[in-house]
Structures are given as C-alpha cells and as structure tokens.
C-alpha cells in the first residue's frame, strides 16, 4: 500500500541529458542560497536533494546549458 495517495514533484528539475556537471560545471550547486542541489555520486548530474526550495530562481538562470527547471507553484507566479 503506498503511503501517498497523490504523486509529489520536487520543484527544481535537472534535465539529466543536458546537465554537464560530469565535466565539471557545479554553477546550480554554487549559486543556491539554501544549499539544496548536489552533486550524484552515482550519476554524476545535479538534483535537488532537499525541498527547500525558496523559487529564487538563480539555479535556473545561471545554468549554462539550459538544464535546470524551477517549478514555480501556480499560487506564487
């Protein structure tokens, strides 16, 4: 039986395909004020490891190639 009765999404997404993070770039990890995203030790990609997340949005703006998606909850745009 699973514990949720609806599926939950974490607001920042890092499009795996897109992230060059296994060359190197730490810029979504470096410019979080909260501290949130990391580095996979397996994967070697972004993700956000804790939902902290305040929407300040520099992950995403500051993302050299594009691969990090802030989702933006409908009652705070």
């Known amino acids: 039986m699973p ?4 599926s939950t ?3 920042v ?3 795996e395909g897109k992230c060059i993070a296994d060359k190197g770039c730490t810029v979504c990890v470096d410019v979080c004020p909260l501290d949130v995203l990391r580095i ?6 972004a993700y956000m490891k804790f939902d ?3 929407y300040c949005m520099p992950c995403e703006a500051d ?3 594009g691969a990090v998606t802030v ?3 409908y ?3």
């Open 3 to 6: 514990l949720a009765n609806t």
């Open 9 to 11: 999404t974490v607001p």
């Open 13 to 15: 997404l890092v499009d």
């Open 40 to 45: 996979s030790e397996l994967t070697n990609k």
């Open 52 to 54: 902290e997340c305040w």
């Open 63 to 65: 993302c050299p190639t």
């Open 71 to 73: 989702n933006i909850p």
């Open 75 to 77: 009652l705070l745009k």
